[in-house]
């Protein structure tokens, strides 16, 4: 795990973070530094600096300047100079394109391996195992990964539906029972609706997935579990969606294979062949009023 993944990875204070934000954005100047050096030019004590390493899952000062010397070495390796907002100018032709591209999802699919939470994703796995139904909120170009989980799901008997428009998104939440689950998905933890749609569900008792690559932890005693998405790119800055767009549909991809795993090892074929069949078909077993 690289120095950036890892300080994403960490749960932080707001001043450990902006801490944290000036060692990558002073580099190599702080390379030069001794801890008591560093703790006057960010204006803190020794003692804040190395709770800090301890957050980072670091013994000390001597090992964060190792890690963050591999870290700039990383960024000076021409072969992973992807940018991840801007991938590609507009002088490279479309095989330098797809060269770029597939250098992106590489990196992107390593970094979503090195932040994935274990303990969170099992979490996440039996609260989707025992759902009656599973509820989808999410928005803009997630709509089209979260339909395509749905029919996954459809398709091994899950009980799922993706909420396509606020109104749906308010409906399921305010009507979810404790028995089912909602899955949040939002990139930037900017959705509008959000905390709101948070708010009601939980007030309902159901059990709460969250997807995201914020840092924001306002949510924590609602949600049931927490995934990780990595969160590098910029809303405002980036080209598209390409970072973004793999590690949702990497991750829904992860729950739907762990899922079929489990099903296949219980021996339930008789629940998956239905759940085909209701795909074929186009409809599902749902009996819900919407």
């Known amino acids: 795990m690289n120095l950036k993944t890892r300080i994403r990875a960490a749960v932080l204070t707001p001043a450990e973070a902006q801490i944290a934000g000036y060692?990558?954005?002073?580099?190599?100047?702080?390379?030069?530094?001794?801890?008591?050096?560093?703790?006057?030019?960010?204006?803190?004590?020794?003692?804040?600096?190395?709770?800090?390493?301890?957050?980072?899952?670091?013994?000390?000062?001597?090992?964060?300047?190792?890690?963050?010397?591999?870290?700039?070495?990383?960024?000076?390796?021409?072969?992973?100079?992807?940018?991840?907002?801007?991938?590609?100018?507009?002088?490279?032709?479309?095989?330098?394109?797809?060269?770029?591209?597939?250098?992106?999802?590489?990196?992107?699919?390593?970094?979503?391996?090195?932040?994935?939470?274990h303990d969170q994703l099992e979490a996440a796995l039996r609260i989707l195992e025992k759902a009656d139904c599973t509820y989808v909120v999410t928005a803009y170009h997630n709509l089209s990964m979260a339909a395509n989980f749905s029919d996954k799901l459809l398709s091994i008997g899950k009980r799922i539906q993706a909420a396509t428009s606020v109104q749906t998104q308010d409906f399921l939440c305010c009507n979810a029972r404790s028995r089912d689950a909602v899955v949040f998905i939002s990139y930037s933890g900017t959705y509008h609706p959000l905390a709101e749609?948070?708010?009601?569900?939980?007030?309902?008792?159901?059990?709460?997935?969250?997807?995201?690559?914020?840092?924001?932890?306002?949510?924590?005693?609602?949600?049931?579990?927490?995934?990780?998405?990595?969160?590098?790119?910029?809303?405002?800055?980036?080209?598209?969606?390409?970072?973004?767009?793999?590690?949702?549909?990497?991750?829904l991809d992860i729950l739907y294979g762990s899922l079929l795993n489990r099903l296949q090892g219980t021996g339930q074929g008789d629940r998956m062949a239905r759940g085909g069949q209701l795909i074929k078909s186009g409809v599902s077993d749902y009996k819900g009023t919407y």
């Not at 991938?87 to 932040?115: K, N």
């Not at 998405?229 to 080209?239: F, I, N, P, V």
Request: hydrophobic share 45%.
């Open 23 to 117: 060692i990558l954005d002073h580099g190599e100047a702080v390379m030069e530094m001794k801890l008591q050096d560093f703790a006057a030019a960010v204006h803190v004590s020794r003692s804040t600096v190395i709770r800090l390493m301890h957050a980072l899952g670091l013994s000390g000062w001597k090992e964060l300047k190792v890690e963050l010397g591999q870290w700039l070495r990383l960024c000076q390796d021409p072969g992973h100079s992807v940018d991840v907002n801007l991938p590609f100018s507009p002088e490279d032709d479309s095989g330098q394109i797809a060269a770029r591209l597939a250098r992106l999802y590489q990196d992107t699919l390593q970094e979503m391996l090195e932040v994935l939470d």
């Open 197 to 251: 749609l948070i708010d009601k569900a939980a007030r309902q008792g159901a059990k709460l997935i969250l997807i995201t690559g914020s840092d924001d932890d306002r949510f924590h005693d609602r949600i049931h579990a927490r995934l990780r998405l990595c969160g590098r790119e910029s809303r405002l800055g980036r080209m598209a969606q390409f970072a973004s767009d793999m590690e949702v549909h990497f991750l």
